[in-house]
């Protein structure tokens, strides 16, 4: 494989680098800056959502939930479900309301003992610690967890090897194709560990589908959605709306050109 490249977008740690097979970006963050920005997941405010912000996180867990349960054909109660990074265990107690057997697995201690303490099933580490056996869950999902990590394949491999055959893995992460990405460059806030702490590869559709397919998974479907051109508080107000509605026309489009710069994927275990 040929090296890495730079890139023009440049980071307060140096320009994302470009693999030129697919696409792929990585941070060159330090690995002591990137501990540190991570200790961040396990403060004793983080992810505590209340009120719309709550509501809309629970619609948006539902409606995967329902979706996960139509690609498997099954009811919720014939699935078993591992939520990986799952945090404070919203997804995890969402589906267990709807009638999964869901369990969540959180590296970050004190958030793990907060999940577990609500009464859910959350086991604090990292997958590969809780010695799952094989075949042992229907689904996986994996969001927001990929882009943390600089290798993702054992990560993958350690999915699969826990899914019942064509069992499904579920996952979000960025699109660093994106016409957001595109746009805002440096200024976009995904690729920044000082907003979102411990960031450090950018997937796109292609690079996503590839890793997908070298760890034996088969791509269902990966769709994105959303568009901005500025981050709030970063430009005058008028020109912040003004892009806000630009990014609302483009929309649709992007979803339909796979350039939104949320990336939803769905795999099936071969």
């Known amino acids: 494989m040929a090296p890495f490249v730079a890139t023009g977008i440049v980071l307060p740690e140096g320009?994302?680098?470009?693999?030129p097979e697919?696409?792929?970006?990585?941070?060159q963050i330090t690995a002591a800056a990137y501990h540190e920005s991570m200790a961040r997941f396990d403060e004793a405010s983080f992810n505590d959502p209340a009120g719309r912000e709550l509501a809309r996180r629970n619609e948006v867990a539902a409606r995967r939930l329902r979706r996960i349960a139509a690609l498997l054909g099954r009811s919720?109660?014939?699935?078993?479900?591992?939520?990986?990074?799952?945090?404070?265990?919203?997804?995890?107690?969402t589906a267990a309301k709807l009638g999964f057997a869901a369990e969540g697995v959180e590296p970050a201690p004190g958030i793990a003992a907060a999940a577990s303490s609500r009464g859910l099933t959350v086991h604090g580490g990292?997958?590969?610690?809780?010695?799952?056996a094989d075949t042992s869950f229907d689904a996986v999902t994996l969001f927001e967890v990929i882009e943390h990590l600089r290798e993702p394949a054992p990560l993958f491999a350690e999915c699969r090897r826990?899914?019942?055959?064509?069992?499904?893995?579920?996952?979000?992460t960025g699109n660093a194709a994106s016409w957001t990405a595109r746009a805002m460059k440096g200024r976009w806030d995904y690729f920044?560990?000082?907003?979102?702490a411990g960031h450090v590869s950018f997937f796109n559709p292609r690079s996503l589908r590839l890793v997908a397919t070298r760890c034996g998974f088969t791509v269902e479907r990966i769709e994105t959605a959303r568009v901005k051109?500025?981050?709030?508080?970063?430009?005058?107000?008028?020109?912040?709306?003004?892009?806000?509605?630009?990014?609302e026309l483009l929309n649709l489009p992007a979803r339909l050109a796979a350039a939104g710069h949320d990336m939803l994927a769905c795999l099936r275990r071969r």
């Open 192 to 196: 920044h560990v000082a907003r979102d």
């Open 22 to 27: 697919c696409g792929q970006l990585v941070s």
């Open 162 to 172: 826990i899914l019942a055959p064509a069992g499904l893995l579920m996952l979000s």
């Open 76 to 93: 919720p109660g014939a699935i078993r479900l591992l939520d990986v990074g799952c945090s404070r265990g919203h997804f995890v107690e």
């Open 15 to 19: 320009p994302l680098l470009r693999c």
């Open 126 to 132: 990292l997958l590969e610690d809780q010695r799952f």
């Open 229 to 247: 051109f500025f981050e709030k508080g970063d430009v005058p107000r008028a020109a912040y709306i003004g892009g806000k509605l630009a990014a």
